[in-house]
Structure formats: C-alpha cells, structure tokens
C-alpha cells in the first residue's frame, strides 16, 4: 500500500469514529443496547466478509481460542460503551473509552510480559492525571458519574481485546476483525435473550423504523466496517506504531462534533484534562514502542 494514502484513511478513520459516537447515541431511543450493538455486529461481519473475499479471493472463519476470547473481551467492551452512551453524551464517552491504552500497557507486562520504559511509566501517570481532571470537571457539571465509570470499565475491556488481537497477528486483520464481528454478534443476542428471559422486557426492544434504520447503517457501516477496513489499510501502509498517535484525533474531532450536534461546550478543566490524557498516552504509547524496537 502506498504511503500518500494514508492521510486520506486518516481522515476517513477520525471521521468514521467519531460519528460513530452520535449513531449509537441517537440510535438508542429506538432499542435496547445488547440488541443494537448484536445487529450491528452482524451487518459489519457480513460486509468484512464480502471485503475479504473481494481483496484475498477467498476466506474462511477463524475458530480457536484467541478469537473467541477476542469476541469476548470485544462484545464486552461494545455493550459497556453503549450502556454508557445511555448515559453520557459522545464527547465524554470518547475521553473515557480512550483512555484504553493506558489500560492497556499495564495489561501487556501482565499477559504478555513486556518490558515497560520510563516514558511508558510517566506517559500512563500523566495520562491518569488528566482522565482524573477531566472527569471530576465532567462530573461537576452533571455528566453522570455511572456512565462514566461504566466507559472506562469498556476501555479495560477493549484494551484486553487490543492484546488479544496483537496475539493473532499472523493471521490476515480483515478475517480476524470479521471472524470477532460474527461471534461478537452471537454473544450479544445469547446475553440479550438471557436478560429477557430473566425478567427485563426491554432488552430485546428494538423499534425498527426508518431513523433506527439510518442510525444502524451508519454504525454498522461508516462505524464499523469502514472504522475497522480503513485502520487496515493504514496499518499494511506504515505500521500500527506510525499511526497510534494520530487515534488522539478521534476524541478531540468527537468533542468538536458534541459542541456542533448536541450544543455541549467543554469546560476549561476538561480541555486541559483532556490535553493531559492525549499527551501522556501518547508518551507512554511512544515508550512502548521504542523500548520494543517496533
């Protein structure tokens, strides 16, 4: 792939995820979260699926134990994020779920006993520091503190996916991520059901009318599929380490996008914790790699 492209998938990507926030929050009036996110696994594997075999000329589901702990921690960390969405609006929800890698570093000595670096070390204190700053100001002038812990418990459980996928690497990324979207979707049902059978009525509700439609399209598709075909390509470009920095564009375009949708101004304290997050994330992100050799 060649290198000139990548500022254009960059675009598409911070894009893609961004507005994939307001799909899923608007989408939310018209069904329930587990019910949601299963369809909109659904939709995504199927059009990965057709991707893979348009660009490999074949394709095949991958069955082993790293993909279903894969789809796990993946199904987890989606349902998480939309139980959020209920709660918070997109900006705050993009601030707390990426505080990912933060969760993610520490995660990696444990599991697959990598070497941290000073700066990692610094870089995930700073970052702590700022996700701390930002959320006592969000939770001061009444986002709901639920939906924020809620949000970051996602980010644990996406950065236990980000591990999981960097253990199956050797398999082609577009039927790992399309393979993870299928049985994703089949968690997500099997647990909606269960609810439902367990006495919630409202877990399988869903009101299919043409604005859930249009809603389920662009998270199944713009914030799906393309989310996860775009981050693909940029990675066969340049590599996964040249491109983790630009990610920090998603939350900030999401709070740029929350002023201009919803009318939520952030506060000066939330833009400085912000600040503070993106830069020691990126620091420890940094530390990390270099230390590796990546």
């Keep these: ?7 254009i998938y960059m675009t ?27 369809v909109r696994y659904l939709l995504a594997g199927v059009v990965l699926i057709m991707i893979s075999m348009i660009i490999n000329g074949n394709y095949h589901i ?3 134990r790293d993909v279903v702990l894969l789809s796990l921690f993946s199904s987890i960390a989606t349902a998480l994020w939309a139980y959020g969405l209920v709660y ?21 000595i444990l599991l697959l006993n990598e070497k941290p670096s000073k700066a990692s070390i610094l870089g995930t204190a700073l970052g702590l520091i700022g996700v701390l700053i930002y959320g006592l100001s969000a939770v001061s002038r009444g986002v709901s503190l639920l939906g924020s812990v809620i949000t970051v418990v ?12 960097r253990k199956l690497s050797n398999y082609n990324g577009l039927i790992v991520v399309s393979s993870m979207f299928i049985f994703g979707s089949v968690v997500m049902a099997i647990a909606a059901l269960a609810m439902y059978m367990y006495g919630d009525r409202l877990a399988l509700s869903v009101d299919w009318g043409f604005n859930f439609m249009d809603y389920l399209m662009g998270t199944s598709v713009i914030g799906g599929s393309v989310l996860f075909l775009v981050w693909y390509l940029m990675v066969n470009s340049v590599g996964v380490a ?7 564009t998603v939350p900030a375009l999401t ?3 929350n002023y201009i949708i ?7 304290n939330e833009v400085i914790g912000a600040l503070i997050m993106f830069i020691g994330i990126y620091l420890a992100s940094a530390g990390t790699v270099k230390g590796h050799g990546a």
């Design 1 to 7: 792939m060649s290198r000139r492209w990548v500022p």
């Design 242 to 248: 040249n491109v983790t920095a630009y990610i920090f």
């Design 62 to 64: 991958i069955f082993n």
């Design 88 to 108: 918070i609006d997109p900006g705050s929800s993009a601030i707390f779920g990426y505080t990912m890698p933060l969760f993610a570093i520490p995660l990696s």
């Design 12 to 38: 598409i990507y911070a894009l893609s995820a961004s507005s994939n926030y307001f799909f899923v929050k608007f989408g939310l009036d018209y069904s329930s979260p587990l019910v949601y996110m299963s």
């Design 154 to 165: 996602n980010a644990l459980f996406w950065a236990l996916y980000s591990i999981y996928f």
């Design 262 to 268: 919803m009318g939520i101004r952030p506060t000066i």
């Design 255 to 257: 709070l740029i996008l």
